[in-house]
């Protein structure tokens, strides 16, 4: 069977799911106006239409679950040999709990406090959660994924009963090198639109945590361990940013490498600054992906990634609503709305 015929449906129902969208007028409308109940109400399409004080976590969890449910439907519609990786998206979720919940623990926050800054997900329920801070045990959280492989690869990284960064970059090193494994798929099409896509994410990945490790005053060995060991796209830069001695440094070895222009839209050489510019770029690469053929599975990665930033930008939003953040401070922080 040709591509079409593998993946008319697939595309069909990808080409419907992205005109619903927000796009920049309507989130800077959702932003400015009205209050925090009717944007939720918006946003959640009248799902959820009162907000308990400031706590958001039932409406980010419905709001993920809804991400959750497309993509187990996007999955449904495509071929065989690429379920699997369009299904890896829904584990990112659930990663995001464990990661939240290991944070918690490290910072020996009350659950309460903690719930307000978790989207629970897939099997981790608000309850299971909640259980798993106020058991104090980073092994019991690790060893509650029902995934064998990630038990086996982050367990030996656990130190007694504190989480550090190390840990937390584990986790992503974990999930994008599945991501990338997957994305090895029989049809050279295919592989190459997946590859584009994954293996730009991770290399904007492995250049936050070269940034973050300077940041935090980190050795090269360490920042080298913690960087996902994919190296698409950084050239020589990828072996270089481990050992870069300060900021300005990582800056002009990025200079060299295809992604050197990006921090050009960075007003300052901060991890959060740099992290909103190449989630942008990032975003309008997957963007431009539907300016090409639709009849491979780029198509439905390209609009799973952007549904991620959709999904972040409307915590941003609503969290900004909820605590009173100005209009224009809580725009500038959102993806999609510069993209």
């Known amino acids: 069977m040709t591509g079409a015929g593998r993946y008319a449906e ?44 400031s706590n958001l976590s039932p409406v980010e969890a419905y709001l993920t679950h809804n991400v959750i449910e497309v993509t187990e439907r996007l999955s449904s519609y495509a071929p065989q040999d690429s379920r699997s990786l369009i299904s890896l998206f829904v584990r990112s979720y659930e990663l995001a709990c464990v990661k939240a919940i290991l944070n918690a623990i490290a910072a020996r926050m009350n659950a309460e406090d903690a719930l307000r800054h978790i989207a629970p997900a897939g099997k981790f329920t ?45 986790i992503d090193q974990y999930y994008f090198r599945k991501l990338w494994a997957a994305s090895n798929l029989p049809d050279p099409l295919d592989a190459q639109s997946a590859k584009s ?20 005053g980190l050795d090269s060995r360490t920042t080298s361990t913690m960087m996902i060991p994919v190296n698409y796209g950084l050239g020589q830069s990828f072996e270089e ?70 999904l972040r930008d409307i915590f941003c939003l609503i969290n900004a609503k909820a605590n009173n953040v100005p209009s224009e401070r809580a725009l500038e922080s959102l993806v999609l709305y510069k993209s």
């Open 126 to 170: 608000l309850d299971r959660c909640k259980d798993l801070i106020e058991s104090h045990n980073p092994t019991r959280v690790v060893e509650s994924v029902e995934d064998d492989g990630f038990k086996r690869f982050l367990l030996p990284k656990l130190t007694g009963e504190e989480t550090n960064i190390q840990t937390i970059s584990a």
């Open 241 to 310: 940013l481990p050992d870069a001695n300060n900021i300005q440094n990582l800056g002009r070895i990025l200079e060299k490498s295809r992604y050197g222009n990006i921090l050009e839209v960075s007003s300052a050489f901060d991890a959060a600054s740099v992290g909103y510019a190449f989630t942008r770029s990032h975003a309008r690469t997957c963007a431009n992906a539907f300016a090409g053929s639709p009849f491979n599975v780029g198509l439905a990665l390209a609009f799973l990634f952007l549904k991620t930033y959709e």
């Open 197 to 216: 896509l994954i293996g730009e994410a991770i290399d904007h990945v492995n250049i936050l945590v070269a940034f973050r490790s300077r940041l935090m």
């Open 10 to 53: 697939l595309a069909a129902a990808v080409r419907s799911f992205k005109a619903e969208l927000l796009q920049p007028a309507q989130l800077e409308r959702l932003m400015e106006a009205g209050s925090l109940a009717e944007t939720v109400s918006a946003v959640t399409g009248g799902g959820i239409t009162t907000v308990e004080g």
